[in-house]
Nanobody, 115 residues
Framework: QVQLVESGGGLVQPGGSLRLSCAAS????????MGWYRQPPGKQRELVAT???????NYADSVKGRFTISRDNAKGTVSLQINSLKPEDTAVYYC?????????WGQGTQVTVSS
């Protein structure tokens, strides 16, 4: 069993930066993949970035070069550094983790990019 809590969302201007954090509790040492998804208004949830237990990362093409995912396996945390924010980055961002079996999701944190 894993519980995920996101933090760090908010309102930022275009070109600004934001750092999202997610803290996992429970069976954190059983987590294989952690990552971030997002759901823009009126659209389906989409992959942002993932990182596995060995540190291998995967990014959506739309965020490569701007977003950086990192992970602390011992603490059970995953972070997303977001630079050069664009209005189209506006979405609810969800923390995700996958154990060797079930998937878990956080409740989401709102990121709004507007001047």
């Amino acid at each position: 069993q894993v519980q995920l809590v996101e933090s760090g969302g908010g309102l930022v201007q275009p070109g600004g930066s934001l750092r999202l954090s997610c803290a996992a509790s429970g069976s954190i040492f059983s987590i294989n993949v952690m990552g971030w998804y997002r759901q823009p208004p009126g659209k389906q949830r989409e992959l942002v970035a993932t990182i596995n237990s060995g540190g291998r990362t995967n990014y959506a093409d739309s965020v490569k070069g701007r977003f950086t995912i990192s992970r602390d396996n011992a603490k059970g945390t995953v972070s997303l550094q977001i630079n050069s924010l664009k209005p189209e980055d506006t979405a609810v961002y969800y923390c995700y983790c996958k154990l060797y079996g079930p998937d878990y999701w956080g409740q989401g944190t709102q990121v709004t990019v507007s001047s």
